[in-house]
C-alpha cells in the first residue's frame, strides 16, 4: 500500500524547495524527492559556480588592466584552476547542504532520495542505485521540478574522444592550453570569456553568421566585439560534423566540418547547445501527462498540467528556464493554492491553508505565468540585460513606437570605471506610453535594468521613469536621460 501524502513536491530547485517548505507550512502532509543534489541546477552545475568563476576571471582581468587606472602590479597574472575550483565547490556545498537542512528541518516536510517514476496521475514509485525495494508514495497534489540538462549533439566519434558540458567544465583543475566551444549562445560565452581571462586560448564555433542569434543584431555586436578583443576566436558558419581523437597527443581533439575548411586541434571540448527537459524517465506516460516534441510539459498560466492535481515548475515547463522564472513559478504555485487563490484536487479534511505574515512574502489570490514580464541577463562582462521585448519584435508587432538609444561612454559611472564598452536602449508604445522593453549591454546593466522591470511590472508610463530623480554617479542615473531621447522607431 503506498505511503500517502498531501502533496509531493520531486525535484529541490530553486522552485521546488520553497514550494515544499510553504505546503508543510499550511499543514500539508508533504514529500519531497531528490535523485540528486540538493538545490538542483543553479546551485550545483548553474548560477552559483559559474558565478563564482565569473567573479575569478573579473579578478584576473581587473588586474591585468590595473595599470590602466595608476595602478602597478608586478610579475605575471597567473591562475590557479585548482583554487578557483576548491572557492567554488566550498561555496555551492554551502549552498546545498544548507538547502538539504532547511528540507529535513521544515514542519511536516518528509525526505526521500531517489529516483521518482510515476506509475498512475498521484502515485510514484521510489527508486534508489543500491537496489532496496521500491518505495511507493501517493499524494493528492504532485509538483515537478526536475530541471534540465546539457544537450550533447550526436556527432560521429564522440564515443573516441573526451568532452564537456557545462557540469564536467567545472571539475577541471588545470587549464585546458586550448579550448574549442561549439554553441554562440548564453551560456557558450559566458565560459568563453572565463577561461579566456583564466589565460587558455579559446575558440567559439558559431553555426550562424553571429553570436546571440536571439538577441538584436546591435547587441550581438556590441557583446561579439568585447570578446574578441580579449582574444577570443571565434569561427562564423561552421558546423562540426565528426570528432576524433588526436594521432600525436593524448586526449586532445580533432574536429571536422561539414564545410571544405581543416579540422581544428583542440585540447578540450565544451558542448554548449542548448538544454533538454529531465523529463523522459519520469513514467510521465502512466500519469496521463502531455509533453510536447521537445519534452517540455506544456502548462496553463497557473503551472497546471493536464492532468488534475499536477503541477510542473522550473526549467520543465518551457515557461523560462531561468533561476528567477524557477522561483516565481513557486510564488505563483504558492499564491493560487495557498493564498486564497484556486485550490484543486485536496482531499476533504485538508487544513484550510492559513497562513501567517511570514510564511507570505508574496500578494494572495491569483497569479498567472501568463502575465510575466520576461527578463535575464548573460553574464559576460560587461553583462547584458533585457526585459520585456526586443526592437527586432517591437519592429515585427508593427506598433507605433519610440525608440532611445544611449552609449555607455556617456555614462559617468562607466568613464569613472574606465569600462565603457556597451550602450542602452529603451523602445515604448507611442500611444499609450507604456514601455514595451529595455535592453543595457554595460557595466551594472544586470543591475540598472531593474529600474524598467520594476516601472514595467508596476504598469506605470514611461515619464514616471523619465522624471525620476536617481542617484549620482550610478549607472541608473543616465534611464531617465535615455527616455530624454526617445523618437520615432522606423
Request: proline fraction near 5%.
Amino acid at each position: 500500500m503506498p505511503q500517502h501524502f498531501d502533496a509531493i513536491v520531486i525535484g529541490t530547485g530553486q522552485g521546488g524547495a520553497p514550494l515544499a517548505v510553504r505546503l508543510g507550512k499550511s499543514g500539508r502532509e508533504t514529500a519531497v524527492v531528490e535523485r540528486g543534489a540538493f538545490g538542483g541546477t543553479c546551485v550545483n552545475v548553474g548560477c552559483t559556480p559559474t558565478k563564482s568563476y565569473v567573479a575569478s576571471a573579473r579578478a584576473a582581468h581587473v588586474a591585468r588592466h590595473a595599470a590602466d587606472l595608476g595602478v602597478q602590479i608586478s610579475g605575471t597574472i597567473a591562475v590557479d584552476l585548482a583554487a578557483v575550483k576548491a572557492r567554488k565547490d566550498k561555496i555551492i556545498g554551502g549552498s546545498r547542504d544548507g538547502v538539504e537542512k532547511w528540507l529535513r528541518g521544515a514542519d511536516n516536510v518528509t525526505v526521500f532520495q531517489g529516483h521518482a517514476r510515476f506509475t498512475g496521475p498521484h502515485s510514484l514509485a521510489i527508486s534508489t542505485p543500491d537496489d532496496t525495494p521500491l518505495t511507493e508514495l501517493s499524494a493528492d497534489e504532485i509538483f515537478i521540478n526536475t530541471g534540465m540538462r546539457a544537450v550533447v549533439p550526436p556527432l560521429p566519434g564522440l564515443e573516441r574522444i573526451r568532452f564537456y558540458t557545462n557540469s564536467s567544465l567545472l571539475e577541471l583543475t588545470e587549464l585546458p592550453a586550448h579550448l574549442v566551444i561549439v554553441g554562440a549562445s548564453y551560456i557558450a560565452l559566458e565560459f568563453a570569456q572565463i577561461f579566456r581571462r583564466f589565460g587558455s586560448r579559446v575558440t567559439v564555433l558559431v553555426r550562424g553568421e553571429r553570436i546571440l542569434s536571439r538577441e538584436d543584431a546591435d547587441f550581438a555586436e556590441s557583446v561579439h566585439t568585447v570578446l574578441a578583443r580579449e582574444g577570443v576566436e571565434f569561427m562564423f558558419g561552421v558546423q562540426p560534423s565528426r570528432v576524433e581523437p588526436h594521432p600525436h597527443h593524448e586526449n586532445d581533439v580533432c574536429i571536422g566540418f561539414e564545410q571544405n575548411i581543416p579540422a581544428l586541434e583542440a585540447s578540450h571540448l565544451l558542448f554548449a547547445t542548448g538544454r533538454e527537459p529531465n523529463t523522459d524517465d519520469l513514467g510521465l506516460d502512466a500519469a496521463g501527462i502531455q509533453t510536447d516534441r521537445h519534452g517540455i510539459i506544456p502548462v496553463d498560466g497557473q503551472l497546471r498540467t493536464n492532468v488534475p492535481g499536477v503541477w510542473a515548475i522550473g526549467d520543465v515547463n518551457g515557461r523560462g528556464a531561468f533561476t528567477h522564472t524557477s522561483y516565481d513559478d513557486f510564488q505563483i504555485v504558492a499564491a493560487n493554492l495557498l493564498d486564497g487563490g484556486v485550490r484543486s484536487g485536496v482531499r476533504s479534511g485538508m487544513h484550510s491553508g492559513a497562513r501567517s505574515d511570514e510564511d507570505s512574502g508574496m500578494h494572495s489570490g491569483s497569479r498567472s505565468a501568463d502575465t510575466r514580464i520576461m527578463a535575464y541577463a548573460v553574464f559576460v562582462d560587461p553583462p547584458l540585460a533585457r526585459v520585456g521585448m526586443s526592437e527586432a519584435q517591437v519592429r515585427e508587432s508593427g506598433r507605433d513606437a519610440l525608440i532611445a538609444t544611449m552609449p555607455m561612454t556617456r555614462v559617468g559611472r562607466a568613464r569613472e570605471r574606465g569600462e565603457t564598452d556597451g550602450f542602452m536602449k529603451a523602445l515604448v508604445d507611442a500611444q499609450t506610453q507604456q514601455i514595451l522593453g529595455a535592453a543595457i549591454h554595460g557595466i551594472e546593466g544586470d543591475e540598472a535594468i531593474h529600474t524598467f522591470i520594476d516601472m514595467m511590472t508596476a504598469g506605470a508610463p514611461y515619464p514616471v521613469l523619465q522624471y525620476a530623480m536617481h542617484i549620482h554617479p550610478t549607472i541608473s542615473e543616465l534611464v531617465p536621460t535615455l527616455l530624454d531621447g526617445l523618437k520615432p522607431l522606423k
